[in-house]
């Protein structure tokens, strides 16, 4: 089944405690993203990548790193968690050809 | 940067009336434009996306939109409202060049009365 896989689903952590939330797909696309949602602000794009070892910054990327070693995927870390980035964090996939984003379940993470 | 403006957080209508959701967006070149939708607890799931081709887009789920080069807007309808359709619903564009960057409205709320 084609699908984009988060884990963990749901997070709770304290602030500084450096932490990574993983994001996998097996549609063998090149470009990933990452979003974080917020009530009353729509989904945000963090980061994305268009392919191994490339990625760019979206609209909010402070506090946060991408790496992308593999295609498959592309991890959001977090090297010292802030309270306000408690939100749903939500992964991205898509062919480069394509125009439509394939998303996962997302993650719920509350920083404490 | 793109911006999108969805008009209404949230929107109640009965069972069986018709559906709108208001979307607009900056760019004076048209964009891709696309609408998703998340059920409770869930991720964002593709409803339809303008990407050139006909004005009037059909969806999945009975919904539809109308691109508008005029107005700049991408409004979601549907002719009759079901139960099942209560749910969050995101408009969102991406640049036609790049394709890359996405930008999403503060979506809308859709509640349906029985």
């Known amino acids: 089944e084609a699908q984009v896989t988060q884990n963990p689903r749901y997070l709770i952590t304290v602030t500084g405690k450096k932490l990574t939330v993983t994001c996998s797909q097996n549609?063998?696309?090149?470009?990933m993203s990452w979003y974080r949602q917020d009530p009353g602000l729509g989904l945000r794009q963090i980061y994305y990548?268009?392919?191994?070892?490339?990625?760019d910054k979206g609209d909010v990327p402070e506090g946060y790193k991408v790496s992308r070693k593999e295609k498959r995927n592309f991890p959001l870390i977090l090297e010292s968690p802030s309270p306000n980035q408690t939100s749903l964090y939500f992964c991205?996939?898509?062919?480069?050809?394509?125009?439509?984003?394939?998303f996962g379940p997302g993650t719920r993470l509350t920083v404490l | 940067a793109q911006s999108v403006t969805q008009l209404g957080s949230h929107v109640s209508v009965s069972e069986g009336a018709l559906v709108l959701l208001r979307c607009n967006y900056s760019?004076?070149?048209?964009?891709?434009l696309f609408w998703y939708v998340q059920y409770p607890n869930q991720g964002l799931q593709l409803l339809l996306k303008?990407?050139?081709?006909?004005?009037l887009v059909k969806g999945i789920n009975g919904f539809e939109a109308e691109f508008k080069k005029s107005e700049t807007s991408f409004h979601l309808t549907k002719p009759s409202a079901h139960m099942s359709d209560a749910a969050e619903y995101f408009c969102?564009?991406?640049?036609?060049?790049?394709?890359?960057?996405?930008?999403f409205g503060t979506g809308t709320s859709l509640t349906v009365i029985p």
């Open positions: 990548s268009m392919n191994v070892e490339v990625t």
């Open positions: 969102a564009v991406s640049d036609r060049d790049t394709g890359n960057q996405f930008y």
């Open positions: 991205a996939s898509k062919g480069l050809a394509q125009d439509t984003q394939y």
């Open positions: 303008y990407t050139s081709a006909a004005t």
């Open positions: 549609m063998n696309h090149e470009y």
């Open positions: 760019s004076s070149v048209p964009p891709y």
